[in-house]
């Protein structure tokens, strides 16, 4: 079963840009619908962006949208998530997420059943 790992995350200033990274530890990406969630202190974890398993398909956060782009390389068993105008509400923890058994859960939390253990965003103002 695939296990996920995310890196790069950072802090970065207000209007920069960071791009954080999926890979898988075990097993492959490919197959798999994938998505990004993040959870700021003290709040729900918020869908930011999905992605098919072709990679054709990517849907986005009405909080992100336009300003983040969701990617994959299916051939390296990476998924990306680049971030732009960040902003300090965009401070969370960020974690990617697979699904084994749904075709597209898209922004659905519960059609999840992989996680990574996150990574911390930090914007400052």
């Known amino acids: 079963q695939v296990q996920l790992v995310e890196s790069g995350g950072g802090l970065v200033q207000t209007g920069g840009s960071l791009r954080v990274s999926c890979a898988a530890s075990v097993g492959t990406l490919s197959g798999y619908s994938m998505g990004w969630f993040r959870q700021a202190p003290g709040k729900d974890r918020e869908f930011v962006a999905a992605?098919?398993?072709?990679?054709?398909?990517?849907e986005y956060g009405d909080c992100v949208r336009g300003r983040f782009t969701i990617s994959r390389d299916n051939a390296k068993t990476t998924m990306f998530l680049q971030m732009s105008s960040l902003e300090p509400e965009d401070t969370a923890v960020y974690y990617c997420a697979a699904s084994s058994y749904r075709t597209y859960p898209g922004r659905d939390r519960n059609g999840y059943d992989r996680w990574g253990q996150g990574t911390q965003v930090t914007v400052s103002s």
């Open positions: 992605i098919s398993r072709s990679g054709s398909v990517t």
